[in-house]
């Protein structure tokens, strides 16, 4: 049983982006038992100075995955279905990205909780979804929004992690440097990161981003004083990965995301798909917010 997700818009968003917003870093080919080894109990691979490897692919790729292919050429991305639940009628067929996908993605309990003078624009921004989230204008969805890596190449005073989609990438020193003060006032998408080793676990810390993207779905806006630790640490073949926001300027108390694991893909097929060319779209002509 299959499934093609869409989005209720005046016109059908490109299958680059409807990759973005379901899957995230988490593109899983169908037959997941066979792309990916849970051996989570094994030795953790270690590089020669002892610290443990992160490199490899995680919890996805798109190797052996499913496509429709016309006779021009064209590939459309075909994603598995959940699986349907006794009582749900009709649970095979396509069903829109909005009502199953968004819709879950709104029971995870951990949330950012803003300052009194703040939850307006919050609660404005997630009412008109279709017309103010970042993804839709052709920007990166940044962290922590863009979620963990999806491939990860580490020497020993870099990592480099690479994103679903295929533009966006991250060059991470982890040889234990500070912030650089100048790099730091420099804002961007990604902010400016450096990492360190403690103990097993490599802890990147992030500052200098624009105010331009998200922290999540749901109008989880933020200000230019954000800062986000992210925390990784490889157990046999599982990545554990959680990361932490700090912004005093809006929130309340820093927001610990909900950790996230992910299995080391074995599959030699996998691989990032090449990002297709962003559209702009016109919001005026935005006829419903169904995925709100």
């Not at 279905?81 to 199953?100: A, F, I, L």
């Not at 939850?119 to 009412?127: E, S």
């Not at 234990?176 to 802890?203: C, E, Q």
């Not at 996230?260 to 599959?267: A, I, P, Y």
Request: some cysteine.
């Amino acid at each position: 049983t299959t499934e093609i997700y869409t989005l209720s818009l005046h016109d059908a968003l490109p299958i680059w982006l409807l990759v973005s917003i379901i899957a995230g870093p988490l593109v899983t080919a169908p037959d997941a038992q066979s792309q990916t080894s849970g051996n989570a109990s094994g030795a953790t691979p270690r590089t020669p100075d002892g610290k443990p490897n992160l490199s490899g692919m995680w919890g996805g790729g798109d190797g052996g995955r499913p496509v429709n292919e016309d006779e021009r050429g064209n590939v459309t991305d075909i994603f598995p279905s959940r699986r349907c639940g006794p009582t749900q009628n009709e649970c095979g067929d396509y069903t829109n990205q909005s009502v199953d996908q968004e819709f879950t993605g709104r029971m995870d309990r951990s949330r950012p909780l803003y300052r009194p003078e703040h939850w307006d624009q919050v609660i404005y921004l997630d009412m008109n979804t279709n017309r103010e989230d970042p993804i839709f204008k052709c920007q990166p969805q940044g962290i922590p929004r863009q979620g963990p890596p999806q491939k990860i190449v580490q020497t020993a005073t870099e990592a480099i992690f690479f994103y679903a989609g295929g533009e966006d990438y991250r060059i991470i020193p982890i040889d234990g440097r500070k912030h650089s003060p100048v790099r730091a006032r420099d804002v961007t998408y990604f902010g400016h990161a450096v990492g360190h080793w403690d103990g097993d676990t490599l802890v990147v810390d992030a500052v200098g981003f624009n105010d331009l993207t998200w922290l999540a779905r749901g109008g989880y806006f933020h200000s230019d004083k954000l800062r986000v630790v992210e925390r990784l640490r490889r157990e046999g073949n599982v990545l554990h990965y959680q990361a932490t926001v700090e912004d005093p300027e809006v929130l309340v108390d820093p927001w610990a995301l909900t950790p996230r694991q992910l299995r080391l893909n074995t599959n030699p097929e996998a691989f990032i798909p090449e990002g297709e060319p962003c559209h702009d779209y016109d919001s005026q002509n935005m006829v419903t917010q169904i995925r709100h």
